[in-house]
């Protein structure tokens, strides 16, 4: 079955970094775009990053300059490379992908506070 999961969040001081990986299995993760949304508390979800089988890459404008998507289908791994973070940054942060329907992970908690 499909499983995505995240890891690497965590607590940061502003203008630092984090770098999010999410691990793919049961699917051929190759072919499949694969994507970044985050979740800030009483907020919606959102999009953050987007890379395609490809890799065209997509951006929300919040984070474009400072966030990297970037996959690698040897390991069947997506990364989010986060730098100059700051506390409007702070969210749960989830992998995306869809297979038929919609797989999300089990999120990953990034807080950006001193």
């Known amino acids: 079955q499909v499983q995505l999961v995240e890891s690497g969040g965590g607590l940061v001081q502003p203008g630092g970094s984090l770098r999010l990986s999410c691990a793919a299995s049961?699917?051929?993760?190759?072919?499949?775009?694969m994507a970044w949304y985050r979740q800030a508390s009483g907020k919606q979800r959102e999009l953050v990053a987007r890379?395609?089988?490809?890799?065209?890459?997509n951006y929300a404008d919040s984070v474009k300059g400072r966030f990297t998507i970037s996959r690698d289908n040897a390991k069947n791994t997506v990364y989010l490379e986060m730098n100059s973070l700051n506390p409007e940054d702070t969210a749960v942060y989830y992998c995306?992908?869809?297979?038929?329907?919609?797989?999300w992970g089990q999120g990953t908690q990034v807080t950006v506070s001193s």
């Open positions: 890379i395609s089988s490809g890799g065209s890459l």
């Open positions: 049961g699917f051929i993760f190759s072919i499949r775009p």
């Open positions: 995306e992908t869809v297979v038929g329907v919609e797989y």
